[in-house]
């Protein structure tokens, strides 16, 4: 199946042969259904705050003994997603046909003038013409404009103020400020980028960065981090055989972002806020954005305090009534049904493997329509139920009661995330050590027109923290306002008063 030149390709990258055939057995043989016990409701596995609990979380937020805070923002990749209806547009304009009157790219000729990123100096006046509207997509994806085909989100124009223009990276650090500065005055951000973008990335920054420490008294740590070449995933063809490109090399592909708890797990801070680079809004917004991030901080915080409580006491003085206590909290918090232990040691010991992992606490927004992934209750291989967000496409619609449990599915997940990365006693975990390898799936994409498979790691907020303790709470649809098209921008989280 292999040469020496694909070994030797395969090396280069830092990966390894028996890593790169597992990959080959993954496409043959599949991943395995998640074993659903149930959606993730208000009922059972989400919970909903009320006023007062909302107010007790914040203030155990402001008030707890933290070993460092930081925002770690999923930002790589172009934007050509955002853009497609875009692209399809030009073409067929540049066809010479003229686009209907709701077609995407005709509403943006139209509404120009609404989006940041507009000039007078590039765009001119709106007209109602073939022209105009083949100029204006022109001028917004190509290099003799804006270019925003070929660039990365967190670099473009998201926001118009009376005194500035802010791009979506611009956005995530005035958020930063408002809720994750740690005590000494920093905000530290980690932001995953590939390293072709970084200069762009650092102009964006640049542009704003000491202005803004002014304006809001506060220093930026920042930090970019690229996904690791030798996460990439081999790509197979139909057959399962490795695809090979027209110089007979193989092709790897990024395998999703599954493979960013790499660089998560580089993370020295405690307390950590994951934020995709799209879901900003308008600083009108900010003041529920913010309220809600210190909400889940404050939960998080709560959580890690009672587990780490019930940790020492298990080291301390364990006892069948302490046992007993700790299965019911695994149970009414956690959704966690423990197996039955064969003796009382053996109890003690699951007890703690239980309870000394990650934390992470998840935003979860009532389903409006919205893409995401959504929250269940599934069986482990351990034996033990435990709350996981899993995509539709690790769920069996042919199974019944797979596809009964998503037809009860009332929340979904807008990734708003707050971990905890560190043990009771202050060491900070191997996040690897808690990745269920077995959460990945299988995508069909192409590569130059010819069809492949590719292998997707297990999702960063999916198989990656599959074996973490998790804690569903409900959040307000206004705290997620993501950018997937360029429409959206046009939504009302994105403009101004």
Request: proline share 5%.
């Given at each position: 199946?292999?040469?020496?030149?694909?070994?030797?390709?395969?090396?280069?990258?830092?990966?390894?042969?028996?890593?790169?055939?597992?990959?080959?057995?993954?496409?043959?043989?599949?991943?395995?259904?998640?074993?659903?016990?149930?959606?993730?409701?208000?009922?059972?596995?989400?919970?909903?705050?009320?006023?007062?609990?909302?107010?007790?979380?914040?203030?155990?937020?402001?008030?707890?003994?933290?070993?460092?805070?930081?925002?770690?923002?999923?930002?790589?990749?172009?934007?050509?997603?955002?853009?497609?209806?875009?692209?399809?547009?030009?073409?067929?304009?540049?066809?010479?046909?003229?686009?209907?009157?709701?077609?995407?790219?005709?509403?943006?000729?139209?509404?120009?003038?609404?989006?940041?990123?507009?000039?007078?100096?590039?765009?001119?006046?709106?007209?109602?013409?073939?022209?105009?509207?083949?100029?204006?997509?022109?001028?917004?994806?190509?290099?003799?404009?804006?270019?925003?085909?070929?660039?990365?989100?967190?670099?473009?124009?998201?926001?118009?103020?009376?005194?500035?223009?802010?791009?979506?990276?611009?956005?995530?650090?005035?958020?930063?400020?408002?809720?994750?500065?740690?005590?000494?005055?920093?905000?530290?951000?980690?932001?995953?980028?590939?390293?072709?973008?970084?200069?762009?990335?650092?102009?964006?920054?640049?542009?704003?960065?000491?202005?803004?420490?002014?304006?809001?008294?506060?220093?930026?740590?920042?930090?970019?981090?690229?996904?690791?070449?030798?996460?990439?995933?081999?790509?197979?063809?139909?057959?399962?055989?490795?695809?090979?490109?027209?110089?007979?090399?193989?092709?790897?592909?990024?395998?999703?972002?599954?493979?960013?708890?790499?660089?998560?797990?580089?993370?020295?801070?405690?307390?950590?806020?994951?934020?995709?680079?799209?879901?900003?809004?308008?600083?009108?917004?900010?003041?529920?954005?913010?309220?809600?991030?210190?909400?889940?901080?404050?939960?998080?915080?709560?959580?890690?305090?009672?587990?780490?409580?019930?940790?020492?006491?298990?080291?301390?003085?364990?006892?069948?009534?302490?046992?007993?206590?700790?299965?019911?909290?695994?149970?009414?918090?956690?959704?966690?049904?423990?197996?039955?232990?064969?003796?009382?040691?053996?109890?003690?010991?699951?007890?703690?493997?239980?309870?000394?992992?990650?934390?992470?606490?998840?935003?979860?927004?009532?389903?409006?329509?919205?893409?995401?992934?959504?929250?269940?209750?599934?069986?482990?291989?351990?034996?033990?139920?435990?709350?996981?967000?899993?995509?539709?496409?690790?769920?069996?619609?042919?199974?019944?009661?797979?596809?009964?449990?998503?037809?009860?599915?009332?929340?979904?997940?807008?990734?708003d995330l707050v971990c905890c990365l560190k043990d009771y006693k202050g060491n900070k975990f191997n996040l690897l050590q808690f990745v269920d390898p077995e959460a990945g799936f299988i995508s069909s994409k192409s590569y130059e027109g010819r069809e492949l498979k590719a292998l997707e790691l297990p999702g960063?907020?999916?198989?990656?923290?599959?074996?973490?303790?998790?804690?569903?709470?409900?959040?307000?649809?206004?705290?997620?306002?993501?950018?997937?098209?360029?429409?959206?921008?046009?939504?009302?989280?994105?403009?101004?008063?």
């Amino acid at each position: 199946m292999f040469n020496q030149k694909d070994i030797h390709q395969i090396e280069e990258r830092g990966a390894d042969l028996r890593q790169v055939k597992d990959q080959i057995d993954h496409f043959k043989n599949g991943f395995p259904w998640m074993k659903i016990v149930g959606p993730a409701t208000p009922e059972r596995g989400i919970r909903v705050l009320t006023p007062e609990s909302v107010r007790e979380a914040i203030a155990y937020y402001q008030k707890a003994d933290i070993h460092g805070k930081s925002k770690f923002v999923p930002a790589s990749g172009a934007a050509s997603r955002m853009f497609k209806d875009m692209f399809s547009g030009l073409a067929t304009l540049e066809g010479g046909e003229d686009l209907p009157a709701e077609a995407p790219g005709a509403r943006l000729a139209a509404r120009i003038k609404d989006f940041a990123f507009y000039s007078p100096e590039l765009f001119g006046e709106p007209e109602d013409s073939m022209a105009y509207r083949k100029e204006t997509l022109r001028k917004l994806l190509k290099e003799e404009g804006l270019a925003y085909g070929s660039k990365p989100k967190g670099v473009l124009r998201f926001h118009r103020y009376p005194q500035e223009v802010r791009t979506a990276i611009a956005e995530h650090l005035v958020e930063a400020q408002e809720y994750m500065r740690n005590a000494d005055g920093t905000c530290n951000l980690t932001i995953t980028i590939s390293p072709e973008h970084q200069a762009l990335f650092e102009e964006a920054i640049g542009a704003v960065k000491q202005a803004y420490e002014a304006k809001y008294g506060v220093r930026y740590n920042i930090r970019f981090t690229f996904q690791d070449k030798a996460t990439d995933t081999i790509a197979v063809d139909p057959d399962n055989k490795p695809f090979r490109k027209a110089d007979g090399s193989l092709l790897f592909r990024p395998a999703g972002h599954g493979a960013l708890i790499y660089n998560l797990n580089q993370v020295e801070d405690e307390l950590v806020s994951i934020k995709n680079i799209d879901n900003v809004a308008h600083e009108k917004l900010l003041p529920v954005t913010a309220q809600y991030k210190q909400v889940l901080m404050g939960v998080a915080l709560q959580l890690r305090d009672c587990i780490f409580s019930y940790l020492r006491k298990l080291e301390e003085n364990p006892s069948v009534q302490l046992c007993n206590e700790i299965e019911n909290f695994l149970d009414k918090q956690l959704c966690v049904q423990m197996p039955l232990a064969h003796s009382e040691a053996e109890r003690i010991q699951m007890l703690k493997d239980k309870l000394n992992r990650p934390i992470r606490v998840c935003g979860m927004v009532r389903n409006e329509g919205e893409p995401g992934g959504g929250p269940y209750v599934i069986a482990g291989k351990d034996g033990a139920t435990s709350l996981q967000i899993l995509e539709s496409v690790q769920i069996n619609k042919e199974d019944a009661g797979a596809a009964k449990a998503m037809s009860r599915a009332t929340h979904f997940n807008p990734v708003d995330l707050v971990c905890c990365l560190k043990d009771y006693k202050g060491n900070k975990f191997n996040l690897l050590q808690f990745v269920d390898p077995e959460a990945g799936f299988i995508s069909s994409k192409s590569y130059e027109g010819r069809e492949l498979k590719a292998l997707e790691l297990p999702g960063l907020w999916n198989g990656a923290m599959s074996n973490w303790n998790t804690l569903f709470v409900e959040v307000p649809i206004e705290t997620f306002n993501p950018v997937k098209v360029v429409m959206d921008l046009l939504r009302p989280a994105h403009q101004g008063e």
